[in-house]
């Protein structure tokens, strides 16, 4: 049965008053906002984009050699793990059904969780929704009024979320400079409680890697927890252990990464000692208020988990292939997959990627705030899958476009 109205109702008392034109501002808003973006060169729009075959990108109608997927393994299109992803559709189902603390903590996580752990040299780990959900949870739960955060200012924008979702004092130390965190340190680490200090392993739009080791002695000398983000390192340097076995560094109490590159699939994990990951999963507000990873996500994890443990030979090859391109345009040598070529402008570092992109290769414009002002750039990142000839050929491209 309806319930049919039989007279219409009277209109509500919002909508009796005369129409304001100060309150029809939201769309006015936003077109400002564009307006203004699309003047400094800095609107972002989304393109469609397919990746049916690695390295290979479909868009606007074009095929073209992908140097911007951070499928450094090419591990999401590996049959293996696609395998891994179908089967656990087809018996857990197509999502997980609640947040892990209560219907969705299927029994892939725990599997996963110890894999991670072993392959980071931890007690345990904790798998999260995303890497980007994982330091927004992690840095609140540990570091809180009274304490002190210490970050890079390099480090990838979802470390700062996690410094501005928690009450803690931050300060912002110059990229890899140990000895400014040391006298920053010296100056402030008396006046607070307990300090957390936040790096990436390896950092997402430069591709240079963090001292661990020296960070690792300094937050020793001064009480600090380290938080390593090693979303660009697993899978790829130190023999697929990640930043901190490349390093050589001594254990990094809170190492953080995400299953969506070198693993090519979804998902953020942290791994640490068993005391820390069971209080991270009671406490981590981006762990107990969202929904847990679906089955596939995970299963195929763990598949590309089997793969980057059981071949070396592929694990060095995106370095390698980045260190080729340093090495034909004469950069300082590549310390990871990613290589930047600093362009400046970003309007230029636009125009250098449509160059590009019309000699057939696919090198996305990286321009702020993602990176700082002035330092728009086209971000190379190398997959085991690029070919010699593709390199050389990439160089040589560069080389005519940027004249260097
Ligand atoms: C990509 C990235 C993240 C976020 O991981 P997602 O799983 O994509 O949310 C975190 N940190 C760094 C350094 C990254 O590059």
Redo the contacts with the bound molecule.
Sequence with gaps: MFLRKTSPSPPHPLRQRRPNPKMNTLDDFASAKLAELDAQHLRRTLVESAREEAPWVFREGRRLLSFSCNDYLNLSHHPAVKAAAVEAIARYGAGSGGSRLVTGNHPLLGELETRLARLKRTEAACVFG???LA?AGIVPTLAGAKDLILIDELA?A?LFAGTQLSPAKTIIFRHNDVSQAEELLAAQRANFRRALLLT?GVF?MDGDRAPLAELAALCASYDVWLMS?D??GLGVIGGGGGSVTAAGAPPVPLQMG????AIGGY??YLCASKQVIDLIKTRARTLVYSTGLPPASVAAAIAALDIIENDPLLVEKPLAKARAFTKALNLPEAQSPIVPVIIGAPEAALAASRQLAEAGFLVTAIRPPTVPAGTARLRFAFSAAHSDEDIARLAQTVRSIIGS
Excluded at 258 to 261: A, M, N, R
């Design positions: 995303s890497g980007y330091n990838h979802c990436d997402s983000d979303a660009h995400t299953l969506s590159k998902g953020g």
